[in-house]
């Protein structure tokens, strides 16, 4: 490994915001062509790292090293001109632009965009990233638009790629395919920055692992000679907690009930829901498998009543309610909580403090609302107590929601819905993006939930949280959702043909 | 080439010291320019800031002439709060005052008390009815407000024009387009200090605009409604995930603005002019949008903000009148202040950030 030319290097470098020290003394390299990790938490400063290595952030002390020579990343642009690409975990694509679009923006050099489309098929063939290039972003799932992320960095050839927190919106098979891009990539001499939180991906891809905590290194090893648990320990800095049992009795109560639900396309893009039926008993949680973009986010504004309709619902009873026309804040007065994917915009607002983010879900509570004037006390007793309760960490009283870390956020957002105590819950991807630690307690409070006989819902990619989560399962593929099995006749590799449109149960049936 | 970025925080010793630097660099930007083109500098810049602060009367002027801008300074605050972009305020006036003047004129004998306000609700209802209009073609057909709005005004402005020329023309008036004088139940009458007396033209309309602009004030800040308003501004979705219903909000937003433009321009003519002519405003309705950006989109800071722009704009008449300064130089002063305060706004909340290290490719 250490025969390779160090490609970049940083020498104590340190970000403070305030007298917060977001990155204390980094001692950093990574060699060409090298795979290499970078583990940590939430908050533990990985991406105040790459932001400095991609010119969004300034470093307030310390020097990067570009092939041994000492350089000044001031812009995004530059570190580009370096050779440096980054993915973000939150997309930084244009909605109302397509794909070719985004890519020409990206660029330094202005392409005809008959070329630009030839390149961008090429590329695309080169490393299995399937992308119509003329689609609007808006119209593509967070799978989907990551691949077009990616895409846009591989065309600027770059010697750095960086990418922060990949997987976390990928199926186990297209992490695979994730994996193969990445690896034929670094074939090529080009060296790749991983930023992860799950062990597994880092021990499985990297060959070296930088872990961080709370802004400083705690190592940097060779991956293939330590455990997975070795790693967790470095991260965590003790044994993370585990995942409570589930106690709860299945009464057999049905508390809902769908069936016969369409949803038409909204637009060409657009995934229908195609007769979908489901129940979920009193203490269940029912897990819905399936790859982004099959109509998980169109499922969730039905759950949630962002979008309705009596014509195109057969049935949908909540608690012996037939809810097919009430709005979210009809729902939610029945005992309805729910909770969609994207926490920037949708389910919390990042430009507002987070006791108005109490407020988006509590404006029809009557302690928190009289005559439509506000009561500020009680409205931040209740926030004071969902961060109290949830262990939401934040940096001073009552910030706005953007300066919580996604993970914070995230528990924030989830012990808003949970503290209502609902008797049914609907969410989705409840733990994306979110570190160990937040996504244990989430997790955990979601059983809590469960035991004390709620019905929950969750919509998730991520397989490992339903197999912990998760009474049954069913999977969404192209709109249509596969009837509910049992966790115990179910494993990964049987969900992931599921998710792939394989039918188990009538082995006759091909693609 | 150079770039903005937010500042993270903003230091009270910047939101302090920069409004007075920008003053500072209006008055010797001011001096130099008066000096140049031969007029006493000190004299000038009198009349600008001092001569309408020097008596209690004139003052008293600055809040008759800030009363329009503040009722509909607030209004567009609201409206702008949540991203929707009603420019044409000076038309809803034009209907306020229309609608009220309407009604005033076909009671012309009466003698009840009950006139004036039934005028307000008029007016109310007219400027709301105008901005109804551009509200119901953005949800059902997506148009943009932003036109349809703009367009109005020029529809008010000649309906008013043809109304007072036409059917609505005094016949005592010798020919020049004006109705009837309002009977005097329907005028705004002048505030009585015990003691003082009237203060020059100061009416019990300024006392309700002030009003006005402290209810938007709560209402945006303390009601679940003002919640609504910054959620439809902020992200639309998590309104929508929050359970309310964007329509309604839009809807209720333009009918809010355009009712207050309304009511303002029922208050311009009964306070001031006490009947219908071509002309009842002076762009009230336009530069009520530089007054509730100048006041940071806050509903209360709009009294300032509209009382700053009052201050700009007589002693701009008062520089005219005593030294003879065309108006087309009072208005390059008025555009050197306003670029100064817009400048020291933006360098408050950004910081500049210069970039030497390489020229840019999109100039390659």
């Known amino acids: ?267 060409p893009f657009a995934t229908a829901l195609d007769n979908i039926s489901l129940n979920v008993k009193a203490g269940e949680i029912k897990g819905i498998a399936g790859i982004a973009g099959n109509g998980q986010s169109e499922l969730m504004e039905v759950l949630s009543g962002e979008w309705r309709s009596t014509e195109n619902i057969d049935v949908f009873n909540v608690l012996g309610t037939d809810i097919r026309n009430y709005s979210p804040h009809k729902r939610r007065q029945l005992g309805v909580g729910f909770l969609p994917e994207e926490r920037h915009g949708h389910s919390a607002v990042i430009n507002m403090k987070l ?45 706005h929601a953007s300066s919580l870390s996604g993970g914070n956020l995230q528990k924030f957002v989830v012990g808003r819905e949970i503290i209502k105590k609902p008797k049914v819950f609907f969410v989705a991807q409840p733990t994306w993006g979110v570190d160990i630690g937040a996504t244990k307690s989430i997790r955990n409070s979601l059983i809590d939930l469960a035991n004390d006989g709620c019905g929950i819902i969750v919509i998730s990619q991520d397989l490992e949280e339903l197999f912990e989560l998760a009474d049954n399962i069913c999977v969404l593929f192209r709109g249509k959702l596969s009837d509910s099995k049992p966790l115990q006749e179910l494993n990964s590799e049987k969900i992931g043909m599921l998710m792939g449109g394989e039918d188990l149960y009538s082995e006759s049936q091909g693609h | 080439m150079f770039y ?92 306020g005052a229309v609608f ?74 010798f020919g020049f387009p004006l109705t009837k004088y309002y009977p005097d139940v329907g005028l705004i009458s002048k505030i009585y200090f015990p003691g003082i007396g009237n203060i020059s033209q100061l009416h019990w309309g300024v006392f309700v605009a002030i009003l006005i602009c402290l209810l938007c004030w709560f209402a945006m800040e303390k009601t679940v409604f003002g919640f609504q308003i910054k959620l439809i501004g902020d992200s639309p979705q998590a309104l929508r995930f929050s359970g309310f219903n964007e329509s309604k909000t839009t809807i209720a937003l333009f009918i809010i603005s355009g009712g207050l433009a309304g009511l303002a321009g029922m208050i311009e003519v009964s306070a001031n002019i006490g009947q219908l002519q071509p002309n009842i405003s002076f762009g009230y309705g336009f530069t009520a949008i530089i007054v509730a950006f100048l006041a940071r989109l806050n509903p209360a800071a709009v009294i300032i903000s509209g009382l700053l722009i009052a201050l700009i704009e007589v002693g701009g008449d008062s520089a005219q009148i005593a030294l003879a300064i065309p108006k087309v130089v009072t208005g390059v002063f008025k555009g050197i202040l306003l670029f100064f305060l817009l400048a020291g706004e933006t360098l408050t909340k950004y910081e500049i950030g210069f970039n030497y290290h390489q020229k840019s490719s999109l100039n390659d």
């Open chain 1, 1 to 267: 490994m250490t025969t390779k030319p160090v490609l970049l290097e940083s020498r104590e470098i340190s970000k403070s915001f305030g007298s917060f020290l977001a990155n204390d003394g980094i001692n950093f390299n990574i060699l060409e062509g090298e795979i290499h990790g970078l583990l940590g938490e939430n908050g533990a400063g990985k991406s105040t790292f790459v932001k400095m290595v991609y010119g969004l952030l300034e470093p307030s002390n310390g020097t990067f090293y570009w092939n041994g020579k000492k350089i000044i990343i001031a812009r995004p642009q530059e570190a580009r001109n370096f050779g440096i690409g980054m993915v973000f975990q939150h997309f930084t694509l244009f909605p109302t632009l397509t794909v070719i679009e985004n890519i020409q923006l990206a660029l330094n050099d202005y392409f005809a965009t008959h070329e630009l489309r030839d390149t961008i098929n090429k590329k695309s063939a080169e490393f299995g990233i399937t992308v119509d290039p003329d689609i609007y972003i808006r119209d593509l799932s967070v799978g989907e638009q990551q691949r077009v992320e990616i895409l846009r960095c591989l065309l600027q050839n770059p010697k750095l790629l960086i990418m922060d927190e990949p997987t976390s919106v990928l199926t186990p098979q297209e992490s695979e395919q994730l994996f193969s891009v990445l690896k034929k990539l670094s074939k090529t001499g080009c060296s790749i920055l991983f930023i992860s939180h799950k062990l597994k991906e880092i021990k499985k891809i990297t060959q070296r692992a930088t872990i961080l905590r709370r802004g400083c290194v705690v190592s940097t090893v060779e991956t293939a000679d330590v455990s997975t648990e070795q790693l967790a320990k470095m991260m965590v800095g003790s044994n993370p907690q585990n995942v409570k049992p589930k106690t709860a009795k299945k009464s057999g109560d049905i508390l809902v009930r769908i069936s016969g639900l369409n949803r038409p396309a909204d637009n």
């Open chain 2, 100 to 173: 009220a003047g309407g009604l005033a004129l076909s009671f012309s004998e009466t003698q009840s008390l009950w006139l004036l306000p039934a005028m307000a609700i008029f007016s109310f209802i007219g400027g709301a009815l105008w901005a109804l209009f551009p509200a119901l073609l953005k949800i059902k057909l997506r148009t943009n407000e932003i036109l349809v709005t703009l367009m109005l005004t020029y529809v008010a402005s000649l309906f008013l024009d043809w109304l007072v020329r036409g059917p609505w023309r005094s016949p005592t008036s």
């Open chain 2, 4 to 95: 903005l970025t937010p500042r993270k925080e903003i230091s009270l010793f910047f939101t302090i010291s920069i409004p007075v630097i920008s003053i500072l660099l209006t008055i010797i930007f001011g001096f130099f320019i008066f000096s140049v083109l031969g007029y006493d500098p000190g004299k000038a810049l009198y009349h600008f800031f001092m001569s309408p602060l020097s008596r209690l009367d004139k003052i008293a002027d600055l809040f008759v002439k800030a009363c329009p801008l503040m009722i509909i300074g607030t209004g567009l605050v609201l409206c702008f709060r949540a991203n929707i972009w009603n420019i044409g305020a000076e038309g809803q006036l034009i209907m």
């Open chain 1, 355 to 399: 006791t108005e983010n109490t407020l988006l879900t509590n404006h029809n509570n009557p302690v928190i609302q009289r005559n439509n004037i506000v009561k500020n006390e009680n409205l931040e007793k209740l926030t004071t107590n969902i961060v109290d309760k949830y262990d939401v960490r934040t940096p001073f009283q009552n910030p």
